[in-house]
Structure formats: structure tokens, C-alpha cells
């Protein structure tokens, strides 16, 4: 199929993308790798289209002693790269090294796929279970996951743009984990656990629910945990799944 009719707009800086992104049927695009299916299946039908992936502003990278801040429009392929900086233990880099294929990690970005908002990307349950935070054009510091209210649902507002993420530098004593169960490489998850484990914290982060990121903390950061939190939510095969990419993602963070 072809997308339906619709205007677009090349937005020069993060204002004036929010004025135009403020129009009732506004979308942002980014690097189009989620948006682009979308309008060709119809899923998606905008008034208007706004391109934000050449504004300056949401292309850089920055990093403090005690976080990393990572620009909006920076693509997977960079990250993966190491044309970013890290919060520790590679972490990110390994992330985006399993995103889609390479075609697909030169155009899409880390603030695209969070706003997307698909339960089964990898940032979403990544950069939660980092204890990330979502900076906006109003000035707004989120944390996720309060950011991803549910499937492909955000807090932004109309005429709100994700211009950054922030995420906190890992101790050196931490431990990580990351499991995603795919049918073959390339492919969305239909489980994915991601574990952090430092001083003083534990966290676990279920992922490809068909919901917002599961976020388990302390002792529930087990099987058992897991199959709480997701009774009622998935049939067993699912929730055995979920329990399987947790224990890998555990044995990785314990390593």
C-alpha cells in the first residue's frame, strides 16, 4: 500500500518543529524506520509530517562525571559504533549492535524508537532499566518509565518534542544483563529481560508485553517475580518465556 496524502515540513530548529508539531495531525519524523511502515499500511495517517532528523540541536551527545546525555536524533548505528558515550560496560553499544540490521541502524534513533513507544524495542526496556530520563523541549525531566504510558503511548503533549536522553553512569562494581528472545536476528522480541544489579539496587525490566516496560525491583527480580507481576497478562507460553530471558539476563548480570 501507499501512504495517504500528507504535507511535510523541514523543521530548522527544536522551536520551530514544536510550533508545527503543535497543529492538530502533526507527527514528528525522525529517521522513519517505525513512522515509514506505519503510513504505507495506513496504521498511521498525519495532516502533516515534520522532519526533525537535520535540527543541530537534537544531534548531540554529552557526558558529566555522573551522567551520559544522548541527543534525540542520534541513530542506533553511532551507538553501536561507539560515536556515543557510554554510561559503562558498553552497554548501550551492545544494545544497539542487535537493533534490526545495519540499514535500519543508520537511520533509526534512540528518541524515535522511545517515542514510538512499541513494547518489543530494545530502548524502551533498556533505558528503563537504566533509571534514564527523557528530557523534553518544555524543560520537562522524565523518568522513565513513566515516560511510556502504554503501547505506543508517551507523556509528550502536543507540540512536545523528546530532545534528549539522559542516562546515569554505572559503578564499576555493577553487573548487567540483556536477553531478548527472537524468532531469528533482526526481529522484535517476543520476551526480553533486562537485569541491573550495583550497590545497593536490583532491577529487572520486563519487556514485549503488549504493555509499558514491567519494572521489578529487590527480591521480586526473580522467576517467581515475574510470573506475579505478569498474572493475568499473557498466556503461560508467554510468561515462560519471560521467565527464560530473565534467568539468562540474570546469569549475564552475575557474571
Known sequence: MKAAAFELAHAADVAEAAALLAQPGARALAGGQSLGPML?????????????????????VQETAEAVTIGACVTHAAIADGR??????????????????????????????????????????????????????????????????GAFRTTLEPGELLTAVRIPRLPASA???????????????????????????RRAVIGATGGPPIVLTGDAVSQEGVRVALSGQLEPVGVHMQTVVLARALAQAAA
Open 175 to 201: 553487573g548487567w544483563g540483556y536477553v531478548k528472545a527472537c524468532r531469528k536476528p533482526g526481529e522484535f522480541a517476543h520476551a526480553m529481560a533486562a537485569v541491573l544489579v550495583a550497590p545497593g539496587l
Open 40 to 60: 504505507n499500511l495506513r496504521l498511521a495517517r498525519p495532516d502533516l509530517l515534520v522532519r526533525i532528523a537535520g535540527i543541530a540541536a537534537l544531534g548531540g
Open 84 to 149: 556515543a558515550p557510554d554510561p559503562g560496560l558498553r552497554v548501550l553499544e551492545r544494545v544497539a549492535e542487535g537493533i534490526a540490521y545495519r540499514a535500519v541502524r543508520n537511520r533509526g534513533t534512540i528518541g524515535g524508537s522511545l517515542c514510538h513507544a512499541d513494547p518489543a524495542a530494545d530502548w524502551v526496556t533498556v533505558l528503563t532499566a537504566l533509571g534514564a530520563s527523557a528530557l523534553t523541549s518544555r524543560g520537562r525531566t522524565i523518568a522513565l518509565p513513566g515516560f511510556v504510558t
